[in-house]
């Protein structure tokens, strides 16, 4: 083969974005973490960096396979943000199939990216074997304790509440794109973690407390020696020992040629009352909604995320919520007029918006579904749970509290 063949050429691409790979000498889980998926949140690939030199002597005690990969390699060498687009609002499920059909030709840096580590990740899913756990290191623009984003999937819920820290759900109804977001729609167990702001040297700490103890709840090492002790309680003592999980309600988009600026002095979770303000759009002040916690104010140039707002959601509903799962209590939703399965596979409805108006949107989130409009009459509410391949999981050290 020519060295300067396309596959050549291709193959020496991909690798820009794998950090490293370890093979244990066990059976056990595909593990796949990706860092740098912003390229001004080097904390991620940092940590990786570290952690995987430290694996390559823990191979004996190692079960299964780990992947540590750069989300955006040309954006963290401008330590930009991005380049063109934000990479990870580009993971739609079209966007994707024309990846892989090759009907999609990069027109920007980003495009450009996600086909080669789109590629790479279709790589990993073809050559190992499961169960397979994904998950997006990131950073935050404005000071914050760590916590998770996890899309509302039972199975994601069940394993993520492992972890001493916050937990954000329902991101998914607001974003779009996410890489996550495309991993959940596969049915595989796919979340991010958010270490703390983007130049706090505590950070790269924090990412590698959550990466080992994610080798310890997946299995792929022992979680019985001192070391997890030691990381467990490191994370727990930097989340200052909150653990409560949190459901988004509001968020803020930025419009193109918006001039956005949030109010100074803001902190992640911080609680806020009806009215406060909170930013400004074109020199008019924006203000809290509602009683709540602000949620990720953005105090950076790039993105389109202004802030969202937050609410507590108790444990006993959480409970409600995956007992009405198990039992897919959903299925009586199709009775009611106006509703309808969008499919045969039955994990979305369709909506009539004056339906709709009658039931909260909580109801509909209880059963698992987050919602997009689909037209000025309509809205799509689509479910993850008829995809999620809990008996790729049935081994997993976490899986009987499912």
């Given at each position: ?21 370890v093979r244990?000498?066990h059976?056990?889980p ?6 740098g998926i ?31 990969l ?5 954006a ?41 580590l ?21 950073t935050?623009?404005?000071?914050t ?5 996890v ?5 994601n ?15 998914e109804?607001?974003?779009e ?11 595989y ?93 074109n020199?008019?002040?924006l ?25 507590k ?24 007029p106006?509703?309808?399965w ?8 369709v ?6 108006r ?7 989130h ?37």
């Amino acid at each position: 083969m020519r060295k300067n063949s396309p596959e050549i050429q291709d193959k020496a691409m991909r690798n820009e974005f794998l950090i490293g790979t370890v093979r244990g000498n066990h059976e056990g889980p595909t593990v796949i973490f990706v860092g740098g998926i912003h390229g001004n949140e080097p904390s991620g690939v940092q940590a990786l960096e570290l952690v995987m030199k430290e694996l390559e002597g823990e191979a004996e005690s190692l079960r299964g396979t780990v992947f540590a990969l750069r989300g955006n390699p040309a954006a963290l060498a401008l330590q930009e943000r991005f380049i063109d687009e934000d990479l990870n609002r580009l993971w739609t499920i079209p966007r994707v199939n024309a990846i892989k059909s090759g009907e999609l030709k990069p027109a920007s840096s980003e495009e450009n990216q996600q086909q080669q580590l789109c590629r790479l990740i279709d790589e990993i899913l073809e050559n190992e074997s499961g169960p397979f756990y994904f998950f997006d290191l990131h950073t935050t623009s404005c000071q914050t304790i760590p916590f998770l984003t996890v899309n509302d999937m039972h199975m994601n819920r069940v394993y993520a509440e492992q972890y001493p820290v916050p937990m954000i759900l329902g991101i998914e109804e607001y974003l779009e794109g996410p890489v996550l977001s495309y991993i959940n729609e596969l049915g595989y167990v796919a979340f991010g973690f958010e270490a703390g702001q983007h130049d706090d040297p505590h950070s790269v700490q924090n990412q590698l407390a959550f990466i080992r103890l994610t080798l310890s709840f997946t299995g792929a090492l022992d979680r019985s020696d001192l070391s997890f002790q030691h990381y467990y309680e490191s994370l727990k003592k930097a989340a200052s020992g909150v653990n409560e999980v949190y459901e988004i309600f509001f968020r803020y988009e930025i419009d193109k040629d918006e001039l956005f600026e949030m109010q100074p002095g803001f902190v992640n979770f911080e609680s806020v009352k009806k009215d406060s303000s909170l930013a400004s759009s074109n020199g008019e002040i924006l203000k809290a909604s509602r009683d709540s916690s602000l949620f990720m104010p953005l105090y950076q140039k790039q993105g389109n995320d202004g802030y969202f707002l937050i609410r507590k959601i108790p444990r006993f509903i959480l409970r409600i919520s995956d007992w009405l799962r198990r039992i897919r209590m959903d299925h009586i939703f199709p009775l009611l007029p106006g509703i309808r399965w969008e499919d045969e596979g039955k994990n979305a409805l369709v909506v009539n918006k004056r339906v709709a108006r009658f039931f909260a949107r909580e109801i509909f989130h209880l059963f698992g579904y987050r919602n997009k409009v689909i037209d000025q009459d309509h809205i799509r509410m689509k479910n993850r749970e008829t995809v999620a391949r809990k008996e790729e999981y049935k081994s997993a050290p976490w899986f009987d509290k499912l």
